[in-house]
C-alpha cells in the first residue's frame, strides 16, 4: 500500500510540473515560446505517461487483489489506482507524446484565432483534435456510444443516455422559462456597464476571494483570456480571471467562481494530498463547488446585501444611486446570450445542452467541422432563440474543444444540479445561512463544504458523495425548484 | 554528430523545464508552496542528471575520438559535450537530487532571513552549502586549490591564482581611486531619491529594454527581490527588476544590466540554439555584456543626453531642474555603499574581491560560517572604508550563497574588465558611436556585439573569443583607463 502512495506521488509530482509549465503559458509567456513549451510538454506527457504504465503498478494491483482495505480511504486509493492504471495503459507513450505537442500548438492557434475571429485558421487543429478524441475512444473502448468513453474521463461513471435524459426535460423547461421571463418587465442592469477601472477590480477581486476564505499563502490571482483553476502543488492551488473594465460582473463572477474551485482542492484532507484522492472527486462536483459559490450564494439577495458597501467603496460612482434590490435584480437578470460564461443561470445550462449535442454529432460523424459554425448557429437559434454573426462569440469561444476536452462541457450542467441539491441540504444545516451572508460572513458555509464535501477528496464517487450528503441520488428537481423560487420573485413569472 | 546534437537537446529541454520552475519560484509562486516545488525541481535534476550521465554519451564521445570536425562549431560541440559529460559524471545522482532540494529550501530560508535581518536563522544552511562546496570540489578534482574546481564550472578555465594576480592591483587601485575621489568636491544626486511611482518606473523600464534592442515577444520583465535573467527556452528568455519609489536608478539599471544579459541569449545563432553551443560562453563574458550596456553604454553622457528627454517626460517634477551634465554626474556618484548591486563604477569590483577573499577562507577553512558577519565587516572596511551594521546589508545582501553558486562572484569584475576591452574595439569600428546613442540609437552597437559576440554562443571560448574580438589577452588597464578618463574628467582627480 505505501508502495501505491508512494507512485501516486510520483504521478502527482509530474503532473504539478506540466501544470506549473501550463499556468505559465496562459499567464505570462511570450507569444514566441510556444514551439519549445509545446515540447516540454510533450516530453512530461510521455515521462507521466511511463510512470503510470510501469509494470510494477501492475504487479502492486495484483498483489492487492485479495486485500480488504482498512477503509474508505484504502478502498478508494486502489480503487483509483487500478482506473487510472487501466486508463493510462491502453494509450501507446508515442500516441500521447504526440497528442500533447499537438494539442499546446492547438491551443494557441485557438486564441490566435479567436482574436481574429478566423475560424478557418484554427478548423485543421479541431479537425484533428476531433479525430484524437474518436481515436481515444477507441483505444479506451465503451459500450453503446463514443462519447460514453469520453465522459468517463471527467465523469467517472456518466453516460451518454443518462445525460440525455436529464438534459432533454431540463433544456425544455429552461427554454420555456427563458420565454416566461421574456414577455415580463424586464430588471433594470445599466449600472453593471459603468466604468469601473481595472486596477480596483483586481483589488476588489482579491478582497471577495479572501471572503469566501481563499487563501492567498496557498494561490495567487491573475489574469488570463479564459479563467481558470489549477493545482499546481499540494499547496499551491491558482485562480485566473479576466477584466473589462465596462463589464463589473465578468472578473466579479469569475473570481467567485474560481475561488469555489479553489478551495475544493485547498480543503482536501492533508493526508490524501499526494495521492490520486488529493483531487476533487469528478468535474461535475467540482463544478457544483464553483456554482454553489458563484451563483447560489455569490448571487443571492443576502450576499447582495453584504457586497453592496464594499462595491460602493470600490466604486462610489457607479453604486451611488443602486440599492440592495437593484444590485441583486440587476446580476440576475436573465436574457439570452452568445458567451457561455457571462450567461446568467437560467441560460446557462442551454449553452451547456447546445455543445453536447455537437459534441454527439461531430462523434457520431452526422456533423463535420467544417459545418461547425452554422450547426453552431442553428442550435443556438433553436436552444437560446439569438444566433451569433461572428465565429468568437460562438464556436471559438471556449478554451476546451483547443485542448482536446471533449465530453468535458457536460459537467459545468450537472455542477448546477449537483450544487442546488447541496444547497438545499447545506441551508437545513445552517438555518441561519442568509443572515451570516448579508454580513459577508463565509465561515460556516466553507465549514460545512470542507466537512462534507471538500475535505473528502476523490474518496467517495460523484453519486455516492451525493447521497452521503443529501440522502438521495441526484435529481434535477432540486434545480428547477430554485430556479423557480428565485425567478417567480424577481420576474413574477 | 547528429545523435549528439539530439542528446544535447533533450538535456537542454529538461533544463528549461527547471528554469520555468525557478523562474516561477522567484516571481509568483505563493509562500506555501516551497516544500512541493523542493520536490519537483529535485525531480528535475535527477532526471538531468541520468540523461547527461547516459552510458551512450561516453561511446558517443568514444568513436569521435578520430573524427576531425568541420569546422569551429562541431569543434565545440564535441568539446562542450565532452566538459559536461566529465562535470555530470563525477557526482552520484543521490547526492544531486539531496544537494537540489537543498538548495530550494536553503533559498526559501535566506529571503526569509534577509527580510528579518536574521543570520541565525540562515546559517545551518549556509554551512551546508559550503560543505556542499567543498564536497563538490572533492568530487570533481584540482590542482593547487579546490576553488578552481569551483570557479572552473562558471568560468571554464580560469584559476583561483590567476584571480588573485588580477584582483590584488586592481583592488589597490580601486581604493586608491575611492579615496582620491573621497577628497574632491562630490556631485549632486539628490533628484535620484525623489518620489518616481512604480507604475511609471515599470512603463520607463519597458521603454528602455526595447530602446537597447530586447525583444518582447521572446521575453518579459517582471519584479523580484533580485534581479536576474533566465533562459526558458530558447525563445524564451526572461528578465527582472526592482523597484524602489525613492530610488530612481535601482530599476533603470537593473533593466539595462538584465537586458543586456538578455541580449546576449537573443543573439545566439538560432542554429545553436537547442545545443550546449546555444548560451553565453561564460559568465564573465556574460556580464561584460550585462554591465556595458549597463555602465559603459548605459552611464554614458551620450546616453545621459538620449535618456533626459524621456525621464522629463516620464517624471516632469524630478528631472525639471536637472540638465544633461547634472544626469550624468547624478548617476555616476561614487561614494562607497554596503550593496554591490547598487555600486557605482568604482567601487563594484571591491565588493567582488571581498566576496573572493571570504569565499577563498571558506573553502580554506581559515574561516568559519559562524564568524563569517564579523569577517565581512573587517573585508568591508578594509576594502570600502565602511562597515555594514546589518546582516541584510553584508552577508546576507545577495542570493548567490543560497544557492550554492560559490566561485560564481569573480565573474562579475572579470565582467568589468573584458566590458572595457570589448568597448574599446567597438568604438574604433563605430566612430560615431556617442553620436547614436545621443539619439537613443542602439542598432549599430547591439549590432556589433551580435556579430562579434552574441551570435557565437559557446562556440569560443573567453580567452580566444576576447582574442578574437580585441586582438588581445584580458588586460585590466582597459578598464583602469576607461575608469581614470571618466572619473578625472566628473572628479578632477
Same mark, same amino acid.
Given at each position: 500500500m505505501n508502495e501505491l502512495?508512494?507512485?501516486?506521488?510520483?504521478?502527482?509530482?509530474?503532473?504539478?510540473? !506540466?501544470?506549473?509549465?501550463?499556468?505559465?503559458?496562459?499567464?505570462?509567456?511570450? &507569444?514566441?515560446?510556444?514551439?519549445?513549451?509545446s515540447e516540454q510538454l510533450a516530453w512530461l506527457a510521455g515521462q507521466i505517461h511511463q510512470k503510470e504504465t510501469v509494470p510494477e503498478i501492475a504487479a502492486l494491483l495484483k498483489k492487492l487483489d485479495?486485500?480488504?482495505?482498512?477503509?474508505?480511504?484504502?478502498?478508494?486509493?486502489?480503487?483509483?489506482?487500478?482506473?487510472? /492504471?487501466?486508463?493510462?495503459?491502453?494509450?501507446?507513450?508515442? /500516441?500521447?507524446?504526440?497528442?500533447?505537442?499537438?494539442?499546446?500548438?492547438?491551443?494557441?492557434?485557438?486564441?490566435k484565432a479567436r482574436q481574429a475571429d478566423d475560424f478557418n485558421s484554427f478548423r485543421p487543429f479541431l479537425e484533428k483534435n476531433f479525430d484524437y478524441a474518436r481515436r481515444d475512444a477507441e483505444y479506451l473502448g465503451y459500450e453503446d456510444h463514443p462519447y460514453n468513453a469520453l465522459l468517463d474521463l471527467y465523469e467517472p461513471g456518466m453516460k451518454a443516455a443518462e445525460l440525455k435524459s436529464l438534459f432533454d426535460p431540463l433544456g425544455e423547461y429552461l427554454a420555456g422559462l427563458v420565454r416566461r421571463i421574456g414577455e415580463k418587465e424586464q430588471v433594470r442592469s445599466d449600472f453593471l456597464n459603468r466604468s469601473c477601472p481595472v486596477d480596483k477590480q483586481e483589488a476588489l477581486g482579491k478582497e471577495i476571494l479572501q471572503t469566501i476564505g481563499y487563501d492567498f499563502e496557498r494561490g495567487r490571482l491573475d489574469a488570463t483570456a479564459h479563467p481558470f483553476t489549477t493545482e499546481l502543488g499540494p499547496r499551491d492551488i491558482r485562480v485566473t480571471t479576466r477584466y473589462d473594465e465596462f463589464e463589473f460582473t465578468s472578473n466579479l463572477f469569475s473570481v467567485i467562481h474560481e475561488g469555489g474551485h479553489g478551495l475544493y482542492e485547498m480543503g482536501v484532507d492533508e493526508d490524501l494530498a499526494e495521492t490520486f484522492l488529493g483531487q476533487g472527486t469528478s468535474l461535475g462536483i467540482h463544478e457544483s463547488q464553483s456554482r454553489l459559490w458563484e451563483n447560489l450564494l455569490g448571487r443571492s439577495r443576502a450576499f447582495c446585501d453584504g457586497c453592496l458597501p464594499l462595491f460602493r467603496d470600490t466604486f462610489p460612482d457607479v453604486f451611488g444611486d443602486v440599492d440592495e434590490e437593484t444590485l441583486y435584480r440587476g446580476i440576475n437578470r436573465v436574457k439570452p446570450s452568445f458567451i457561455r460564461v457571462e450567461a446568467d443561470e437560467v441560460t446557462y445550462s442551454l449553452h451547456v445542452i447546445l455543445r453536447f449535442n455537437?459534441?454527439?454529432?461531430?462523434?457520431?460523424?452526422?456533423?463535420?467541422?467544417?459545418?461547425?459554425?452554422?450547426?453552431?448557429?442553428?442550435?443556438?437559434?433553436?436552444?437560446? &432563440?439569438?444566433?451569433?454573426?461572428?465565429?468568437?462569440? &460562438?464556436?471559438?469561444?471556449?478554451?476546451?474543444? !483547443?485542448?482536446?476536452?471533449?465530453?468535458?462541457?457536460?459537467? /459545468?450542467?450537472?455542477?448546477?444540479? /449537483?450544487?442546488?441539491?447541496?444547497?438545499?441540504?447545506?441551508?437545513?444545516?445552517?438555518?441561519?445561512?442568509?443572515?451570516?451572508?448579508?454580513?459577508?460572513?463565509?465561515?460556516?458555509?466553507?465549514?460545512?463544504?470542507?466537512?462534507?464535501?471538500?475535505s473528502h477528496g476523490s474518496v467517495y464517487p460523484a453519486g455516492e458523495l451525493c447521497r452521503r450528503v443529501t440522502g438521495e441520488d441526484l435529481n434535477y428537481r432540486y434545480f428547477i425548484d430554485y430556479l423557480e423560487e428565485k425567478y417567480s420573485r424577481i420576474y413574477g413569472v
Open positions: 502512495i508512494r507512485k501516486q506521488k510520483d504521478i502527482r509530482l509530474l503532473q504539478s510540473i !506540466s501544470a506549473v509549465l501550463e499556468w505559465d503559458q496562459e499567464t505570462y509567456m511570450p &507569444g514566441k515560446a510556444i514551439d519549445w513549451r485479495d486485500y480488504s482495505p482498512a477503509d474508505d480511504r484504502e478502498e478508494a486509493l486502489v480503487r483509483l489506482a487500478r482506473r487510472e /492504471y487501466r486508463i493510462a495503459s491502453v494509450f501507446p507513450e508515442e /500516441y500521447v507524446v504526440e497528442k500533447t505537442r499537438h494539442l499546446s500548438q492547438s491551443q494557441n492557434a485557438w486564441a455537437l459534441e454527439l454529432a461531430l462523434l457520431e460523424g452526422g456533423l463535420e467541422v467544417k459545418d461547425l459554425p452554422e450547426a453552431w448557429k442553428e442550435e443556438s437559434k433553436k436552444l437560446l &432563440g439569438i444566433v451569433p454573426e461572428k465565429v468568437s462569440q &460562438g464556436v471559438l469561444q471556449d478554451v476546451h474543444w !483547443s485542448f482536446g476536452l471533449i465530453g468535458y462541457f457536460p459537467t /459545468y450542467a450537472l455542477g448546477n444540479l /449537483y450544487g442546488a441539491q447541496f444547497l438545499r441540504t447545506m441551508k437545513r444545516d445552517i438555518p441561519d445561512l442568509d443572515g451570516l451572508l448579508r454580513q459577508r460572513e463565509c465561515a460556516a458555509p466553507l465549514d460545512w463544504l470542507r466537512k462534507n464535501i471538500h
